[in-house]
């Protein structure tokens, strides 16, 4: 009976290969951790300076673009001087083209903004003119030929505004949005 039963006696030193193998086990997972949150913070950070550079972007094609529109109809052209007005104190603005208003090429850089929330945004435009939905088709009456319109109405330009902005980090952004000026 001796024999089935006997038990190891000599025990000492297990307790610290389980403490070793514990250690071991709980290293690995600290340092698969802390891998985790550094990739995770670059994500992030690459996430808020592309966001920095999308949002400036935008609002340079969706903002500033129509307005400036507006005001260089309104003036028909900007003329031979500066920038019409400031927009914000660290983004210098560059108008390349004054009668960008009836751009119908599309060819080129229009405005270029510097330092635009450490970006810089190139936009240019391009305007298509036409009848108001609606105005004006011209119909035959009859066999007399004499023309009939459908309705009245005004013109339209309409702008396709395309902006690229370039930030930190590589980050690029474009953003093409539309501007309906009604005549």
């Given at each position: 009976?001796?024999r089935?039963?006997?038990?190891l006696?000599?025990e000492?030193?297990?307790a610290l290969?389980?403490?070793v193998?514990i250690?071991?086990?709980?290293?690995?997972?600290?340092?698969l951790a802390?891998?985790?949150?550094?990739?995770?913070?670059?994500?992030?950070?690459h996430?808020?300076?592309?966001?920095?550079?999308?949002?400036a972007?935008?609002?340079?094609c969706?903002?500033l673009?129509?307005e400036l529109?507006?005001q260089?109809i309104e003036n028909?052209?900007?003329?031979?001087e500066?920038t019409?007005?400031n927009?914000g104190n660290?983004a210098?603005?560059?108008i390349?083209?004054?009668?960008?208003?009836?751009?119908?090429?599309g060819?080129?850089?229009?405005?270029e903004?510097?330092?635009?929330?450490?970006?810089?945004?190139t936009?240019c435009t391009?305007?298509?003119v036409?009848?108001l939905p609606?105005?004006?088709?011209?119909?035959?009456?009859?066999?007399a030929g004499r023309?009939k319109?459908?309705?009245?109405?005004?013109?339209?330009?309409?702008?396709t505004?395309?902006?690229?902005?370039?930030?930190?980090a590589?980050?690029?952004?474009?953003?093409?949005?539309?501007?309906?000026h009604?005549i």
């Amino acid at each position: 009976m001796n024999r089935h039963h006997q038990r190891l006696h000599n025990e000492n030193g297990s307790a610290l290969v389980i403490v070793v193998l514990i250690l071991a086990v709980v290293t690995v997972i600290g340092v698969l951790a802390t891998r985790t949150a550094t990739i995770e913070l670059q994500v992030a950070s690459h996430d808020k300076l592309h966001k920095m550079t999308w949002y400036a972007t935008e609002a340079v094609c969706d903002g500033l673009m129509p307005e400036l529109i507006e005001q260089n109809i309104e003036n028909r052209d900007f003329g031979a001087e500066a920038t019409p007005f400031n927009f914000g104190n660290s983004a210098d603005l560059f108008i390349h083209k004054t009668d960008f208003w009836e751009n119908m090429v599309g060819v080129g850089t229009d405005v270029e903004m510097e330092e635009l929330s450490e970006s810089n945004v190139t936009a240019c435009t391009y305007c298509t003119v036409g009848p108001l939905p609606g105005s004006g088709d011209n119909m035959n009456e009859g066999y007399a030929g004499r023309g009939k319109t459908s309705a009245k109405g005004g013109t339209q330009r309409v702008y396709t505004i395309s902006g690229l902005g370039r930030g930190p980090a590589n980050s690029q952004a474009r953003v093409v949005t539309g501007w309906r000026h009604v005549i």
